[in-house]
């Protein structure tokens, strides 16, 4: 690969980062929301070193606030000590993720083999197995995402494709 095309490469990811960055923002009152599931069937629960893993699968549905996470199979991980949610994990043919953005009611959407939902400190959706990211402007298909939504951005690991809206002035 030649100097020229890593710097377009670069400017195209600066580029990318700006238009993310001007649009909303996942809903707020979101994170103050109850993690709520859905499930067709069995659910087990067990204790791993300082952890607890719930296992629930068939037709899985998460929904905190206007977040909403479906697949074929759901894996929760709490903290023992405080009960805090340390990471929801949910797989499918494909796993479905959407969210409601500040503003206008745009939705964030994706999908992938394996979604990665954590909330430890800030909260990121990891996409991971032909994963696709769409939000307004924005269209990403990529081997992994992993998307930041307090502020909307991500990162990617390729190869990758997307399209982006121009911006009119």
């Known amino acids: 690969m030649s100097r020229h095309s890593d710097n377009i490469g670069t400017i195209a990811i600066f580029g990318l980062c700006g238009l993310i960055s001007l649009s909303a923002f996942a809903l707020e009152s979101d994170k103050d929301q109850d993690v709520v599931y859905t499930s067709l069937g069995d659910l087990k629960m067990k204790n791993e070193d300082n952890r607890r893993i719930v296992t629930m699968n068939n037709n899985v549905r998460v929904t905190q606030g206007s977040l909403q996470i479906t ?13 805090a949610l340390l990471k929801v994990t ?5 796993a479905r993720y959407q969210q409601q953005l500040d503003g206008e009611g745009d939705l964030v959407q994706g999908d992938s083999e394996t979604i990665h939902y954590s909330t430890a400190v800030e909260t990121i959706i990891e996409f991971i197995g032909e994963a696709n990211l769409r939000q307004p ?12 939504a307090d502020t909307e951005l991500f990162e990617t690991t390729g190869p990758c494709s997307g399209v982006l809206r121009s911006q009119s002035n």
Request: proline share 3%; glycine share 10%.
């Open 71 to 83: 697949g074929d199979m759901a894996i929760f991980e709490y903290d023992l000590t405080s009960n």
């Open 90 to 94: 949910v797989s499918g043919s494909p």
């Open 137 to 148: 402007g924005t269209t990403t298909s990529c081997v992994a995402i992993k998307y930041f």
